[in-house]
């Protein structure tokens, strides 16, 4: 079955002030960075934002996939995704993911899932939820979730297949404005690494 990508962009972005996938990084809004990613990867690919969530103008083809109100949840936007997918797969990022490359997705999507409900990547020793592969079966252990639990917690009942990454750059998170000096700085590093070969 075909992967759907789905970009999460459902957050209040308290510690950036609001408004985060819009913020400009090097110039470009930070959501279309782990956007880019996966339409470089997917045919089909959304976003899932709550109805009050600014967003920037999509590329065309971008389907936009609106969430209930509540809860604020990570998982809500998953759950979402899962049942706009029609029994399809979704690759879900986080639309903060501003490292997020081809290579990182498709190693994701190539694990062999198995009976596992999701394939989770685990980078810098702490599972990775947000990036991460969710199957059909997912939505029924997901759908009534408790929104005083943590994302990892959840998603790690679910029975997960995991995959190591030695290196963790392609989930760093950009949550303060600070981080934004972070992601360019690592960005400018690896396309200077791209250029040199």
């Known amino acids: 079955m075909s992967v759907v990508g789905v970009c999460l962009a459902g957050g209040l972005a308290r510690r950036m002030g609001g408004g985060k996938a819009t913020v400009e ?3 470009r809004p930070l959501l279309h ?3 880019d990613a996966l339409r470089a990867a997917f045919d089909e690919v959304a976003v899932v934002a709550k109805h009050d969530v600014e967003l920037p103008p999509l590329p065309a083809g971008t389907q936009v996939w ?4 509540t809860p604020r949840h ?8 899962l049942r706009m997918a029609g029994g399809r797969p979704v690759l879900v990022a986080a639309g903060d993911l501003a490292l997020l490359d081809v290579a990182t997705i498709r190693t994701i999507t190539e694990t062999p899932r198995d009976e596992a409900a999701a394939v989770v990547p685990v980078a810098g020793g702490r599972l990775q ?5 969710y199957a059909p079966r997912a939505l029924g252990s997901l759908a009534a979730f408790d929104p005083r639990r943590r994302v990892t917690e959840a998603v790690e009942a679910l029975g997960v297949r995991t995959v ?5 750059g392609a989930f760093f998170n950009v949550n ?4 934004l000096l972070q992601a360019a700085a690592m960005l400018d590093l690896r396309d200077r690494l791209a250029r040199e070969g």
């Open 25 to 27: 990084l090097r110039g």
């Open 33 to 35: 960075y782990p956007l």
């Open 66 to 69: 609106i969430e209930p109100p």
């Open 74 to 81: 990570p998982l809500t936007g998953i759950v979402h995704a």
């Open 129 to 133: 939820p947000l990036c991460a592969l």
């Open 164 to 168: 190591e990454f030695d290196d963790a």
């Open 176 to 179: 303060a404005p600070d981080d």
